[in-house]
């Protein structure tokens, strides 16, 4: 029998069809898995049974709120019980989970939502089971580890008809949207350079492998930490917080914040499929980012020919003054998009900016008409809006603006910086083939082996 997958679309995708496109090697994974209907009884005013992959940390954020907005939460997965015990006590008719295999192979069928909320190295994995068994996902940023990920998770999206949202929360807030209408229209002219900074990381970087080992805490099932990675003995250099400074788990500086800082740019001009990257930085550690760098990319412009410089500032570099004045960059994070009429400074992820020309937002009320929704809420929190926009869309009310045919590409084209960053040269991208053109050893970072069990579909 083809079992198919329900979505808000009525798109299907069978059993029979995905093992023909692309499980070679499944059956022996600790990922095979059939595939298991949803519910399929959401409405406009039906609430979702929820589960989270990741209870602690910005877990317990995703979880709070969905659990605010009045959702079910039903299942609560994490490694650390320890870490996720306030939200287990929160939610405690929600059943409890240290594998998120088991989570799925028990109630699948009661499941119609699953957020992510894992370190990078763990966000593939359950966000490709629960969109492969139909269920509608939210997963942080940045989208994945890889940049062959974010072509999976890019593609599992199309290909299933699910509702998906990433994590970057400002794309819900009111003022960056009135900003990317206010850059559509064109109030900037022909934008040609956007430079952005942020005040991370705020972990230890630049790192070689601690030697020795630790006793793993009796709370955490470390095996399950370690997930798809290579395995390693446990140390709290790596876990709870400091994962996102080591290769194996994190995505450094750039993953943490860039999915924030520079969704707005990606958003208003359509930034996708880099021609190039170039990655500076003063020391070089094999496992580990810097401690900081400046990262370029150039992107295909409008017109042929025409190009839009990207610059990545982080570690305490910040760009030049020339290009918005000195108090433009008094932030820890922040954004200045030059364009041939105007030049706009974000001082922060998210929210309103300043013109250079002395114009205000203001002043285009009545000339640029409002293009994109906003999500009731917003402007009080745009964190909670930003879920809200995502459990809307799964009962079919609107779209969720952050879905993964919009966050992936974007995931995708910052994480070539971090190739950079590790290939130590200039790159040159072709996006259609996803390889690297110039230099062979740089392809070997646009995806990754897995350990042996977890392998994915191709």
């Not at 906003?374 to 799964?394: F, M, P, S, T, Y």
Request: charged residues 20%.
């Amino acid at each position: 029998m083809t079992e198919q997958v329900n979505s808000r679309k009525g798109k299907t995708l069978s059993r029979r069809r995905f093992l023909k496109q692309g499980s070679k090697g499944l059956a022996a994974s600790a990922l095979a898995f059939p595939y298991v209907s949803s519910r399929n009884v959401l409405g406009a005013n039906s609430l979702l049974n929820i589960a989270a992959v990741g209870a602690g940390g910005k877990g317990a954020v995703d979880t709070g709120y969905c659990g605010a907005i009045g959702q079910n939460m039903v299942a609560l997965c994490d490694v650390d019980q320890n870490r996720a015990a306030a939200t287990f006590a929160k939610f405690p008719k929600a059943r409890r989970f240290t594998d998120f295999r088991r989570m799925f192979d028990q109630m699948s069928g009661e499941i119609d939502a699953v957020t992510v909320s894992t370190p990078d190295h763990n966000h593939v994995h359950p966000a490709v089971r629960a969109m492969h068994e139909g269920k509608h996902v939210y997963v942080q940023k940045p989208l994945t580890h890889t940049v062959q990920e974010s072509r999976l998770l890019a593609r599992l999206a199309r290909e299933t008809g699910v509702v998906t949202q990433m994590g970057n929360q400002g794309h819900c807030q009111p003022d960056s949207r009135r900003l990317v209408e206010l850059i559509r229209h064109g109030v900037l002219g022909d934008v040609s350079e956007i430079h952005t900074w942020t005040d991370r990381p705020i972990w230890p970087q630049a790192l070689d492998r601690p030697q020795g080992s630790k006793a793993v805490p009796p709370t955490l099932d470390w095996d399950q930490w370690i997930g798809p990675a290579p395995k390693r003995p446990y140390n709290d250099g790596y876990a709870p917080f400091k994962w996102r400074g080591w290769w194996d788990f994190g995505t450094g500086a750039l993953g943490d914040m860039a999915c924030h800082n520079l969704d707005m740019s990606f958003w208003a001009l359509g930034l996708q499929d880099p021609v190039s990257v170039e990655a500076k930085a003063e020391t070089y550690h094999p496992e580990s980012p810097p401690q900081d760098c400046e990262i370029t990319w150039l992107f295909p412009g409008k017109q042929p020919g025409q190009t839009i410089k990207l610059v990545w500032h982080d570690g305490g570099r910040k760009p030049s003054e020339k290009l918005a004045g000195p108090a433009a960059l008094n932030t820890t994070n922040g954004t200045i998009i030059v364009g041939s009429k105007d030049t706009l400074a974000i001082p922060y992820c998210w929210g309103p900016g300043s013109f250079t020309s002395g114009a205000t937002m203001a002043d285009y009320d009545n000339i640029v008409p409002q293009s994109i929704p906003r999500v009731a809420g917003a402007a009080k929190d745009h964190d909670q809006a930003h879920h809200l926009e995502w459990i809307n869309a799964c009962r079919g009310q609107g779209e969720a603006l952050s879905h993964f045919g919009f966050a992936a590409p974007m995931t995708e084209a910052l994480l070539l910086g971090n190739v950079a960053l590790r290939a130590r040269q200039k790159i040159e991208w072709n996006a259609s083939q996803m390889r690297i053109t110039n230099c062979e050893k740089a392809n070997t970072f646009v995806r990754k082996q897995y350990r042996k069990g977890w392998e994915l579909p191709a």
